[in-house]
């Protein structure tokens, strides 16, 4: 008998892919980081984010305690890298932070002690709360405009990838598309990927936030650059795989930052927001990837290659061509 194919939206092909019982982020083992390298795998970033952690705290008035979440923690390497760094750099800020890490799949052996492991943010943080690559896996829905110009639904089927046209948006989906992702007149075969899901995620995240600061970090575009043919892809061992959603591989689609912007701000609540990008925010923190003094070679040959290796890592965190061009949405409350 031929197989029944089972046609879905991508949202949903998303969810079970990425979240069931099975899914990829659900699976024990290495985790993302055997799948693909992120900022947080980079030793360089950890200082960066203690050093915006440093400016949050000041901004704050130094307060009692002091929350550093990291949200979509993958096995916690930034989480326990800010925590590291700043126990170095600022011992009396060390001793007024609580870190936690959030991710759904279990708590990593060797995580620092420091380092609590939860499976959502906690209310009421007072410090940064801190999104690496974590709205880019929120679920989406994708359209597509179809032969007639039509804008629909694309379906896929989980088990191959395979798509078709589907159901023309709903009312809240086509306004959403509107406003920030217009296909009209666009052509057949235009592509958007509907961010409502990313929209509403960040939103819930910034309402864990009593004071402070929230950032996200991803792959991103704004209104003036939407990619005609979308985002959406696939990632494993390392390599951009095609979007194949049967829990194999990680499911990907950049994110219109601007909207999740829009979606938080609002005057009268105390919350602002900033775009940015990784190279100019890293860069204002005071990273970025100039060699040390070849003098220094003869002085201080150790000194030298130690300034040499962070020079190497703080260039690809700036590279405008690579992790450089991330963007950076920053959400001020009450702060």
Known sequence: MTPVTEWVTWRTAMERALYGDDGFYRRPGAGPAAHFRTSAHNPVFAEAVGRLLLQVDERLGHPDRLDFVDLAAGRGELAAGVAEW???????????????????????????????????????????????????????????????????????????????????????????????????????????????????????????????????????HTAASRPRFGTLTGYRDGHQVPPVPDGSCDITAHVALDACAAAVAAPSSGVGTVLTTQREHLRDLGISGTRPDLSQASTDPLGYLRGLSRASAAAELTDPDGLGAFGWLLTFSDC
């Open 86 to 220: 700043l126990t170095t750099r600022s011992p009396d800020t060390a001793a007024r932070l609580r870190t936690i890490a959030v991710d759904l799949g279990p708590r990593p052996e060797g995580l620092p002690e420091t380092v609590a492991w939860a499976a959502e943010a906690p209310d009421g943080i007072v410090g940064l709360l801190f999104a690496n690559e974590w709205l880019d896996n929120v679920v989406c829905d994708v359209a597509e405009v179809d032969e007639d110009g039509v804008v629909r639904l694309v379906e896929v089927d989980p088990a191959t990838g395979a798509e078709r046209p589907g159901a023309p948006p709903d009312p809240a989906q086509r306004a959403w598309l509107a406003r920030w992702w217009p296909l009209d007149g666009a052509g057949p075969g235009a592509r958007a990927e509907l961010g409502l899901d990313r929209d509403a995620a960040w939103r819930s995240a910034v309402g864990r936030l009593e004071r402070g600061l929230a950032v996200a970090v991803d792959y991103s």
